[in-house]
């Protein structure tokens, strides 16, 4: 056995001294616990193939982890008997190779009361392993996972970080916090803000895939919302773009008014044109910092609002799966039937919730939008009204003649971003209409449908 098995292994078997904060909370003593030790064999061994795209695995635990029921694929897949899954710690499936930062990050969103995805390597009880996207949930006293299939090409970057992960946790020996700030370094390296964005966009990525496999009619209310979100973060981009051109360029109506001095003395026209330039200036740089920072906070309900819709359909799938389950105990289908329907109930609530908050959103970009663009027609105008004006100067007009350049430059550029940002208004406002009239999510129905 080698030295880092050893330390592995020494990690997830005593890991009830391992300090990992909210962990005692849930450790109990499992005298029933069938975790042998994991030979090394399983470290490196290449993943089952038992395991179908149509699959979709179902556990409930109680508040500590403990198992409390299951769907007849997820007992197939794990090779466990009923008798050795039931009442045993969900850890039971644990894998060596999975780092504890990602458990440490379930259990600290689930506890608080919310749901969290993870992509989720499991073993089998014949030293075979198997990768799954999960939803954890909680649910009156205890927790429901339900869970795909991984099969969009996102999940081999996540298991080379997680190899990362799990190899600085043994090495550095990293406590529970490093070690979640470590997952976080890794989310961020592949491009998220954060953790909550990564697993929006992973069950996005595996819930949509999985549905074209399957041949499934499209989600279009989840098309919808990804749209909106992409929609929404070209809005910020292109915002913060125009943000840097007015800063760079804010030194133009004072040198403006400098000239207007020079040619023509206190109070000519060409001073209050650039007077007049300076305010509107001023005001659509206003409405700009209100609009961009709408369009940073809008992105986070958005991307709640696709978690929560593609958690929704995946609970959907779930209760189908258990609903043609012919390996359950009955009693127990029913409860987890009318489980899976109020968790339903409640995420398709929260979704249209969210939704709703998304097309107040895009109310307002849409009337920002046109006020924006109407600011920067003046600021247009005004830049004529001093060329006409300058051509009736004698002076040396050569400063001047540069400034009216520079602005009309500027303005060129100020255009051309906010044609962009118009266009994605035009997007989300279709988007929205789109949200409004796509399809129901799939009924998960009652629980007498369980008979
Ligand atoms: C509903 C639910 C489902 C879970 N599913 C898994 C799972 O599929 N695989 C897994 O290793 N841990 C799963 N866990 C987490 C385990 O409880 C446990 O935290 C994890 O295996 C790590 O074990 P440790 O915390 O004792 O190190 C699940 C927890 C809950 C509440």
Redesign the pocket.
């Known amino acids: 056995m080698s030295a880092s098995f050893l330390q592995i292994a020494k990690g ?1 078997f005593c ?1 009830q001294n391992s300090g ?1 904060g909210n ?1 005692v909370l849930r450790k109990c003593d499992f005298s029933n616990c069938h975790v042998e030790l994991m030979p090394t064999t399983l470290i490196n061994a290449p993943e089952i193939d038992t395991l179908n795209a149509s699959d979709v695995l179902f ?3 109680d508040d500590r ?1 403990v198992i409390v029921s299951a769907n007849d694929v997820f007992k197939r897949i794990s090779g466990f008997e009923w008798a050795e899954l039931i009442g045993a ?3 039971i ?3 060596p190779n ?1 780092p ?1 930062a990602v ?1 440490q990050l ?2 600290d969103t ?1 506890q608080s009361g919310n749901p969290v995805g993870a992509y ?1 390597t ?1 073993r089998t009880k014949t030293e075979g392993s198997y990768t ?1 996207f ?1 939803v ?1 949930m909680p649910f009156e006293n205890g ?3 339900v ?1 795909l299939m991984p099969t969009s090409p996102q999940v081999n970057d996540i298991k080379k970080a997680y190899d990362r992960i799990r190899e600085r946790e043994v090495s550095e020996n990293l406590n529970p916090k490093e070690s979640v700030a470590a997952l976080e370094h890794e989310i961020c390296a592949l491009g998220f803000v954060d953790y909550a964005a990564f697993m929006a966009d992973a069950l996005e990525r595996e819930t949509l895939a999985h549905g074209q496999i399957l041949k499934r009619p499209r989600l279009r209310r989840l098309e919808a919302l990804s749209n909106i979100q992409s929609a929404v973060e070209t809005i910020e981009a292109e915002g913060k773009k125009i943000e840097t051109l007015i800063r760079a360029t804010n030194q133009i109506p004072y040198n403006m008014r400098l000239q207007a001095m020079r040619l023509e003395g206190r109070d000519g026209p060409i001073g209050v044109i650039s007077a007049n330039h300076q305010t509107m200036s001023d005001n659509f740089a206003t409405s700009l910092r209100d609009f961009v920072k709408a369009a940073t906070t809008g992105v986070a309900p958005v991307r709640d609002a696709k978690f929560l819709t593609a958690t929704t359909s995946l609970i959907a799938e779930a209760a189908d799966s258990l609903r043609h389950d012919t390996g359950m105990r009955s009693e127990k289908k029913a409860t987890d039937l009318l489980s899976l329907s109020r968790l339903a109930d409640y995420y398709m609530d929260k979704s249209l919730l969210a939704v709703k908050d998304v097309s107040n959103r895009a109310a307002y970009f849409d009337r920002v939008c046109k006020d924006m663009r109407r600011m920067v027609f003046g600021l247009e105008m005004t830049r004529t009204m001093c060329k006409i004006e300058r051509s009736k100067t004698t002076g040396d007009t050569e400063g001047l003649d540069e400034i009216i350049d520079r602005l009309h430059n500027v303005e060129r550029q100020l255009s051309e971003m906010m044609a962009r940002i118009e266009n994605a208004v035009r997007g989300i406002t279709d988007s929205v209409e789109g949200l409004q009239s796509a399809e129901k999510l799939p009924s998960v129905g009652q629980a007498s449908d369980a008979a």
Request: net charge positive.
């Open positions: 997830l890991s990992f962990v556990s409930r635990t982890g710690p969900h850890k499936v644990r894998h999975m504890r458990f379930i259990w689930i989720v499991n799954l999960a954890i927790f429901v996972s869970r």
